[in-house]
T-cell receptor, first 116, second 111 residues
Framework: DAEITQSPRHKITETGRQVTLACHQT?????MFWYRQDLGHGLRLIHY???????NKGEVSDGYSVSRSNTEDLPLTLESAASSQTSVYFC???????????????FGPGTRLTVT | KQEVTQIPAALSVPEGENLVLNCSFT??????LQWFRQDPGKGLTSLLL?????REQTSGRLNASLDKSSGRSTLYIAASQPGDSATYLC??????????FGTGTRLTIIP
């Protein structure tokens, strides 16, 4: 079955270190998204991509970067981790579903990142 | 900027009752609306998706309605069960496929 996976599921890192969170989907979806979830803020969009070599900034993109070299993967990099980036990170993908006539997003299980 | 509000933030009801969760949004120019369920420490599971041209969608004991002109959606859960306990999130999709989420309603079903 098609799925979307994230790794690692849990990560503890120190302030100032570079961290990369992986996202891999086997839906063959063109569109991929990264969100962070924090108490009191809900889920907020970090970066998104509509296809290979395409990346766009979301609502809270400062301190994060993404690259899209193939359809299946959208890794999220924290250039220099900060304590404010302690959060749960979710990856999602979507594509146009001809039968339903709309886009529906599917989410990965999340990565819990702690920056000490 | 789109803003999505879910009230109440938390709700407890006895098992067997029917209940309604509310979602409101400020910009009616949406492409569709999704309701998700999130269990503690888990990811999001899509429950229902309503296209902007639709009024409602049903799946089992769940029924979601959409009134785009007034910026409101409701999720109706019939005959609630303890297994329905979770956080329910609504999200609206704009023309660029970006989701804007509400902060959720934490539902507890009391056996």
């Amino acid at each position: 079955d098609a799925e979307i996976t994230q790794s690692p599921r849990h990560k503890i890192t120190e302030t100032g270190r570079q961290v990369t969170l992986a996202c891999h989907q086997t839906w063959n979806h063109n569109n991929m998204f990264w969100y962070r979830q924090d108490l009191g803020h809900g889920l907020r969009l970090i970066h998104y991509s509509y296809g290979v070599q395409d990346t766009n900034k979301g609502e809270v993109s400062d301190g994060y970067s993404v690259s899209r070299s193939n359809t299946e993967d959208l890794p999220l990099t924290l250039e220099s981790a900060a304590s404010s980036q302690t959060s749960v990170y979710f990856c999602a993908s979507s594509d146009f579903a001809g039968t339903s006539g709309t886009y529906e997003q599917y989410f990965g299980p999340g990565t819990r990142l702690t920056v000490t | 900027k789109q803003e999505v509000t879910q009230i109440p933030a938390a709700l407890s009801v006895p098992e067997g009752e029917n209940l309604v969760l509310n979602c409101s949004f400020t910009d009616s120019a949406i492409y569709n609306l999704q309701w998700f369920r999130q269990d503690p420490g888990k990811g999001l599971t899509s429950l229902l998706l309503i296209q902007s041209s639709q009024r409602e969608q049903t799946s089992g004991r769940l029924n979601a309605s959409l009134d785009k002109s007034s910026g409101r959606s409701t999720l109706y859960i019939a005959a609630s069960q303890p297994g329905d306990s979770a956080t329910y999130l609504c999200a609206v999709v704009d023309g660029n496929e970006k989701l804007t989420f509400g902060t959720g309603t934490r539902l507890t079903i009391i056996p």
